[in-house]
């Protein structure tokens, strides 16, 4: 049984940049063919895919968010971290770390696993 648990500030200023954690239990990030992935839902609106790792360490992004963001991990301490960079309002959300072995879950909202998420909030 796969488990995630995000971590990271609550309260960003706008253009600066946030990093999150997500610590995954249970499984190996580097095994059984799972896409660890970070979405986001904005307040009063659905869910919003930023992008996501391949246990091979290949990267994909939402287009629309490719220039601000990378995500990376780090195999010794089984995590899976997301950059954001040039915060904006906008980005306020709840961000979700999440896992499936198929991609398209992923892109759908329908990953099998689920962190419990942070909240993020972008305001000076």
């Known amino acids: 049984q796969v488990q995630l648990q995000e971590s990271g500030p609550g309260l960003v200023k706008p253009s600066q940049t946030l990093s999150l954690t997500c610590t995954v239990s249970?499984?190996?990030?580097?095994?059984?063919?799972?896409?660890w992935s970070w979405i986001r839902q904005p307040p009063g609106k659905g869910l919003e895919w930023i992008g996501y790792?391949?246990?091979?360490?290949?990267?994909y992004y939402r287009p629309s968010l490719k220039s601000r963001n990378s995500i990376s991990r780090d195999n010794a301490k089984n995590t899976v971290s997301l950059q954001m960079d040039v915060l904006k309002p906008e980005d306020t959300a709840d961000y979700y770390c999440?896992?499936?072995?198929?991609?398209?879950?992923?892109?759908?909202?329908?990953?099998?696993?689920w962190g419990q998420g942070t909240q993020v909030t972008v305001s000076s």
């Open positions: 790792i391949t246990y091979m360490g290949n990267t």
């Open positions: 249970g499984d190996s990030i580097t095994s059984n063919s799972y896409y």
């Open positions: 999440a896992a499936d072995r198929s991609y398209q879950h992923i892109l759908a909202g329908r990953a099998d696993y």
